[in-house]
C-alpha cells in the first residue's frame, strides 16, 4: 500500500508492505528511509495520532513501530519533544534498552557455574526479529555486597578531571599519537617508583606493560608460557575459565592455613599464579617458610605469576612486601586499578622479567596494538601528585571500619559459621557450618532480599565448601550499615537464630 | 664500605658493595634504601658534588648512579630543581628514558618485514644489568607522511573534555561500575543510529560490541571462525600477521581494477576480510556486481568481515554505503576512531549478526572483561552533540586539499609512476615504474632526509610491487606542504629529473 506522506515539514514517499503485519512494515518502511536517507538526521516525525491518521493505521501500531526504532537506534524521543530521526541520545536509550547483560566478570565474582560457559547475552532485537519485547531495565541492587568492586561513589572525580585538563593541554602527537606496545612511558616510569616504595616491587619501566586488565594480563602470559600452569585451590573461578579458555592444563594448589602448598608444585608445572600478600579468597599471607620453598621453585625454572590485586589493603600490620622482590627474575607481577580507583577504567600493569619482555610485547602488540593513552597519562598523573596515594590511604581507612562493622555484626549472626582471613582486601568469606544452612538457600534469601553477594563453592576446584563472599567496599558510606544488617538478619533467620537488632 | 650519610636534611646509613664496581654499587644501595623505605618519596637528595664528596666516589660515578635511578623511576629530577626520591615525574622520565620501541601497528604502516616476527623492543635497563646505556630519546620525523594517521593536532580538545567533565557528573556507578562486555549501552545505541544514517549499516544495539581496536576484533573474530580466512591481496600485513598468529590458514584473495575478485573464494573458505568501500590500499571500491556476487557467496554460508577503515573520507562522489547493509546476517561490520579522531584512544566498533553475537561477546568477556568505560561514554557524547559529525566533516575539507595539493606535485614528480585510487582515504599508493628507482633506495633517501612513510611492496603476500604508501594526513597544516615538497624533491632526484620547485 503505497503511501504519500506529507506532514510535519516531512514529505516522503513510504512503501509499506503488510505482508508481516502492519506494525512491521511501517518499521521496514521507515527503517529503509532513514538508512538510504530519504530520512535525515534531526528530522522531526509527525505524532503518532496524525501518521495513523494519514497512514490508516491504528494509533497503537504507529506507536508501536516508533519505540522499536528508537530502542534500534534509528529514531529519538525525549519527554516533550517529537520523535527526531537518528539523532541518538544514549539517555533516551538507556530507559529503553536493557543496559547490559549481568556483567561476568567481577573479580570476586564467581562469573560462570563451575563447567558451563557463560550463558550469552540476551538479544533483545535483531533487525531480522523486530518484533521481540525489550526486557526492562534491570534495577541496581538495594543492598550491594559485590565482592571485589570498590566504592565507587568515592572515586576521585575532580582529580581526575584536573589531570585530563592538564593532559589535554599538553602535546597532541605525545596524547593522540600511537604508543609502545608496553604503554606510555610515563606511567611506566611512575609505576616502577610508586611499586617499588609502596610494594617493594623491582622492576624498570622497559619491563613494565600496560595492559587493559588483569584478564589482558593472563591471556597474554598464557601466549609465553608452555606447560601446566598451578592456580589455588580454593581461587578465583572466572580467571581459572579464562586460563582454561586459552588451552593450558591446570594444576589444583591447594591451599591450608599457610597459605599456598607451594611445596607440591612439581618440576614439570611450568607456571604458578599465586596471591602471597593475601591469599584468594583465604586471606592467609604466604609463609614465609613457603616464600622461601617457593623462590627455589622459581629459580629452578619454575615462573612465579604474583597477583597483588589488593595489596594495597591491609589493616592489621604492615602490607607484606611483593614477592616479586625477592626473585625479580623469576617473577610476573600483576597490579590493577580495579580495586583501588575503579574497575571501569581498565587499567592494569605487569612487571616481567627480561626474559620474557620481548615475547609479552609482542603478545600484547598482536592483541590490542597497546592500551588507550588518555587514561594512562591521566593515572601517571595521580600518581606523581600523590592523589592516588591519598585517595587510597582514604580507602583504606573507610573499608578498615566496614570489615569492623562487618565482624561484629556478622560473627555472632550464624553460630558455626567462620570468618577466615579478613586481615586485609575488601571482601570477606564466610564459610558455612556443616549443620547450618545450605549456600543455595541463603543466595535464595538473600536475593529475595535484595541484596547482592556471591556464593563461595565455585571458589573451589573440585567440590567446594559452602559459604558467601561478601564484598564490604561497594556500597557506600550510607549504604554499608543497611546492608550489613539486612544479610545478619537473613542469617540469622535461616541459621534458625532470632535476628538481633542492629548495634 | 659502610658510610653514614647526613647531608640535605637526609640522614641515612648505606651500605655499599663495591664487588660489581662503585657505581653499581651505589645503585643498588640507593634502589634498596629506596624500596625498604628508609629513603621516603620526596625526600631531597644531596647534590651529586656533595655526596661524592662525602662518600669518597668521583662525581661521575654518583652522577651516572642518579642518571640510572631517574630512568628506572626511583628518583626524579628537573631542571634547577633538586633531585628527589620516587615523585616520578613524567615529564622527567620522558627525556631520559626512549618513550618507545617504534609502535608497529599503524594502519597503514607494515608492521613486520614480511615472513618475520616483530623484533623485540629494545631493553634499555634492567635490575640485573644496570649498566647498560640509554639511548637518547629519538625525535619526531622531520616530515611526517606516516600513512594510516590522522592529523591529531586537530583532535577535538575542547570538545572531549566538555564531554568528560559532563559524563564524569553522572552516577558514578554508571560510570565507574563494571559494563556489559559488549560496551556501553549508550555508545551503542549512538554508534547504531551514527551508522545507520551515514553507513547504511543496518544493526541494534544488542548487535554491537565495542572493542579496543581493529586488531582487538580481528583477534575475538578468529575465536568464532573455524576454517581459513581470506585476506586481500594486496592488502595490509600486520593485519595479516594477526590473523596467522591466531593460527587460522590465509587464503590470498587478489585484487584487480574492480576490487577484490570475489569470484575465487572457495566454498571451503570459511570467511573473508575486505574492504568494500575502499580498498586497502589500492583504493578502488568493490565493483556492484562484485557486491552481488560476494553477497551471493556470503548467504551460501560464507561470513563477509568487512573492514569499513574510512568510510567516513571520500572525496570524488558520495559515499560508498557500507556492504552490511545488504546482508547483515552474514557480515561481520568494523568501524574505527582511529582514523576519524585518533589512534591512541583505543576505540573501534564490530556489527555482528545474531547467529554470532553469543560466541563473540563471550570471546570479550574473557579477551578483557570489557572496553574502558570513560572513553565509550565521551564518544557517545560526541555522536549525539555532533561534534564527531563536524570534526570529521571539517577533517575532510582539509585531507581533500592535501590530496589535491598531492596529486598535482608528485603527479609529475617521477615519470612513470602511478597513484591508483586516491577518491578517498588518507593515503595514496604511489608505485614505482619498472625503469624507476628501486623502493629500498627511495626508502634510504627519504630516511636521510627525515621522510616519514612506508614501502608499499610488504603489502602483497607474494612478492609486492615496488612502491611507497604515503599518508597525506598524519601531518599539521602548516607542516604538510613542506613534508610534500621534500618527497617530491626526493622523487625527482632518485628518478634522475632535477626538482621543480613548489607551486
Redesign the interface.
Known amino acids: 500500500m503505497p503511501k504519500d506522506w506529507a506532514g510535519s515539514g516531512v514529505d516522503l514517499h513510504l512503501e509499506i508492505s503488510t505482508a508481516d503485519g502492519r506494525r512491521r512494515g511501517l518499521e521496514d518502511s521507515l ?1 529503509e528511509a ?4 530519504r530520512l ?2 534531526g528530522t522531526r516525525l509527525p505524532s503518532t495520532r496524525a501518521l495513523a491518521a494519514e497512514l490508516g493505521l491504528a494509533r497503537g501500531t504507529v506507536s508501536a513501530a516508533y519505540d522499536q526504532l528508537v ?4 529514531l ?1 524521543t525525549r519527554p516533550g519533544s517529537a520523535t527526531e ?7 533516551g ?2 530507559s529503553a ?5 549481568a ?4 573479580r570476586s565474582a564467581p ?1 560462570t557455574p563451575r563447567g558451563r ?2 550463558p ?10 523486530p518484533e521481540v519485547s525489550i526486557p526492562p531495565m534491570p534495577s ?1 541492587p538495594l543492598h550491594d555486597l559485590s565482592p571485589g ?1 570498590p566504592d ?2 568515592a ?1 576521585p ?1 575532580r582529580a ?2 584536573r589531570a ?2 592538564q593532559v ?2 599538553t602535546a ?2 605525545g ?8 604503554g ?11 611499586l ?2 609502596t610494594r ?1 616491587v ?6 613494565m606493560v600496560i ?3 588483569f ?2 594480563a593472563l ?1 597474554l602470559l598464557a601466549t609465553v608460557i608452555d606447560g601446566p600452569i598451578a592456580m589455588e585451590d580454593p581461587g578465583h573461578d572466572f580467571y581459572r ?2 586460563v582454561r ?1 586459552t588451552g593450558h592444563e591446570i594444576v589444583p594448589l591447594p591451599v591450608d592455613e599457610l597459605g599456598a602448598q607451594v611445596g607440591t608444585l612439581a618440576s614439570a608445572t611450568a607456571a604458578a599464579i599465586v596471591t602471597p600478600a593475601h591469599q584468594y579468597p583465604m586471606g592467609v599471607p604466604l609463609h614465609p617458610h613457603r616464600r622461601h620453598v617457593l623462590r627455589e621453585w622459581a629459580i629452578g625454572g619454575g615462573l612465579v605469576v604474583e597477583d597483588d590485586y589488593d595489596g594495597e589493603f591491609r589493616y592489621d600490620r604492615q602490607p607484606v612486601g611483593a614477592f616479586q ?1 625477592t626473585a ?2 623469576h617473577v610476573v607481577y600483576f597490579g590493577t586499578t580495579s580495586q583501588t ?7 592494569a600493569w605487569m612487571a616481567v622479567p ?1 626474559a620474557l ?3 609479552v ?2 603478545a600484547k ?11 594512562q ?1 591521566v593515572l ?2 595521580l ?2 601528585t ?1 592523589d592516588y596515594d591519598r585517595h587510597i590511604r582514604a580507602a583504606r581507612l573507610r573499608y578498615r571500619r566496614r570489615r569492623e562493622l562487618l565482624i561484629a555484626r556478622l560473627g555472632a549472626a550464624l553460630p558455626g559459621a567462620t570468618l577466615p582471613g579478613v586481615a586485609a582486601g575488601l571482601r570477606a568469606l564466610l564459610l558455612l557450618p556443616d549443620d547450618g544452612p545450605a549456600e543455595i538457600d541463603l543466595l535464595d534469601a538473600c536475593e529475595r532480599r535484595g541484596i547482592a553477594l556471591r556464593p563461595a563453592s565455585p571458589l573451589w576446584h573440585g567440590t567446594g565448601q559452602e559459604g558467601l563472599l561478601i564484598g564490604y567496599a561497594a556500597a557506600s558510606e550510607r549504604a554499608y550499615p543497611h546492608a550489613l544488617e539486612a544479610l545478619a538478619k537473613t542469617l540469622a533467620e535461616l541459621g534458625g537464630r532470632p535476628a538481633r537488632s542492629s548495634p
Open positions: 527503517r532513514i538508512r538510504d536517507g535525515q538526521p530502542a534500534e537506534g534509528y529519538t530521526v537518528a539523532d541518538v541520545s544514549p539517555r536509550h538507556a534498552i536493557p543496559p547490559a547483560a556483567t561476568l566478570h567481577d562469573a560457559a557463560a550469552a547475552p540476551t538479544i533483545p532485537g535483531t533487525p531480522s526479529a541496581a568492586q565507587v561513589s572515586f572525580t581526575w578531571l585530563t585538563r589535554l593541554s597532541p602527537a596524547v593522540f599519537g600511537r604508543c609502545d606496545p608496553r606510555r612511558i610515563e606511567l611506566r616510569a611512575a609505576l616502577t617508583g610508586y617499588a616504595r617493594g623491582l622492576t624498570t619501566p622497559d619491563l595492559t587493559t586488565g584478564v589482558q591471556n575459565e579464562v579458555r622482590g625479580p627474575e580507583l575503579a574497575p571501569s577504567l581498565r587499567l627480561q619482555i620481548g615475547r610485547t609482542e602488540l598482536h592483541a590490542d596494538a597497546h592500551t588507550e593513552v588518555l587514561g597519562l601517571a598523573r600518581i606523581e600523590h
